[in-house]
């Protein structure tokens, strides 16, 4: 009998997988691409957090917990994340003390809205700087009985479009050549003014201004002078005038005041001493050395005013009244 002997070149077959051992095989490569696909979402979420220009974070709102606080914090605020995450008194301290109180309860009206969107404050970065933030915030799901609240938000830096806001309003509202009030905005103050004295039953002076002879300064010194003229009487008026006065210039040479819970004693002395001071200030074009005065018509306010326009008009004549008398004086109307 003869036996048959395998070449040499064939090779061993090779032992098949028993069902159960591909079956994990499987189910680990499967688990292995699942890590990887989780790994590049991690990777993708970690980069668009970094490059969003607003700080994204979760609070608990019954411990005051940050949960979270995204990359961009650091950036606008200039502060250490991990500082925030262990203590919410980080973010308190950073709002600017003026809008404190309103952050705080605009932040709680959220349990009763469920969002609040028009939240707008300041914050003082680490290195002193004063940005502006809008931040908006929700509570993220329907929160059961028993399970904690947990706010989240998304505050972004606004403090671009705060500025230009400003710079608008500032040259809407303020006459470029004195960086006074211009007439529109001081009248709309003045009758905000006017409407709060008679509400409140407090008192209120209206002074009005003209410069002497300011035709005759155009005409000698010349426009650039009577200009620098206008600017130097709108400085001392601001110096003059008390914190809360309505100061503007409403026509060519003159000028304004609206002089709050200022009674009528204290509303001549107010515009006596504004008078000194302009007549006191000095000017000089080539070589000739010049000075201006002002005629000053006052009026205060009483029961029979229902109008600002009321209060206006004897102020008016009041300031021609010193006019025909000699001019660089006031007349109390």
């Known amino acids: 009998m003869v036996h048959e002997k395998p070449f040499l070149s064939d090779p061993p077959k090779a032992e098949q997988p028993r069902p159960a051992a591909a079956a994990t095989l499987l189910a680990l490569m499967h688990a292995q691409g699942e890590v990887e696909r989780l790994s590049e979402r991690e990777q993708l979420l970690s980069s668009l957090l970094v490059s969003v220009n607003a700080v994204l974070w979760a609070i608990d709102w019954e411990t005051r917990r940050v949960l979270y606080v995204s990359p961009a914090?650091?950036?606008?605020?200039?502060?250490?994340?991990?500082l925030l995450l262990?203590?919410?008194?980080?973010?308190?301290?950073?709002?600017?003390?003026?809008?404190?109180?309103?952050?705080?309860?605009?932040?709680?009206?959220?349990?009763?809205?469920?969002?609040?969107?028009?939240?707008?404050?300041?914050?003082?970065?680490?290195?002193?700087?004063?940005?502006?933030?809008?931040?908006k915030c929700y509570i993220n799901q329907q929160v059961e009985p028993g399970e904690p609240v947990i706010v989240v938000g998304m505050a972004e830096d606004i403090t671009e479009k705060k500025q230009m806001e400003l710079e608008l309003h500032r040259l809407a509202t303020t006459d470029v050549l004195t960086q006074s009030s211009n007439r529109r905005h001081f009248f709309e103050c003045a009758n905000q003014a006017f409407d709060s004295a008679c509400a409140q039953g407090a008192p209120l002076a209206f002074l009005l201004l003209d410069i002497d002879d300011f035709k005759d300064v155009n005409d000698t010194y010349g426009h650039l002078e009577g200009d620098q003229v206008l600017r130097r009487i709108a400085e001392s008026g601001r110096g003059v005038l008390r914190r809360g006065d309505l100061f503007g210039r409403i026509g060519g040479e003159e000028f304004a005041a609206v002089l709050p819970g200022c009674p009528p004693e204290m509303a001549l002395q107010v515009a006596e001493r504004l008078g000194k001071e302009i007549q006191a200030l000095n000017f000089s074009y080539e070589g000739r050395a010049f000075t201006v005065t002002v005629s000053q018509g006052l009026a205060s306010l009483t029961e029979e005013d229902s109008t600002l326009d009321s209060l206006f008009a004897r102020a008016d004549a009041a300031m021609y009244e010193a006019k025909r008398q000699g001019k660089n004086r006031v007349i109390a109307g």
């Open 73 to 82: 914090y650091e950036r606008i605020f200039g502060r250490s994340a991990g």
């Open 86 to 135: 262990a203590d919410y008194r980080e973010w308190r301290n950073s709002i600017h003390p003026e809008d404190l109180d309103y952050a705080e309860h605009s932040l709680a009206r959220v349990l009763d809205h469920s969002a609040v969107e028009d939240r707008e404050y300041r914050i003082i970065t680490a290195d002193g700087q004063i940005r502006w933030l809008s931040d």
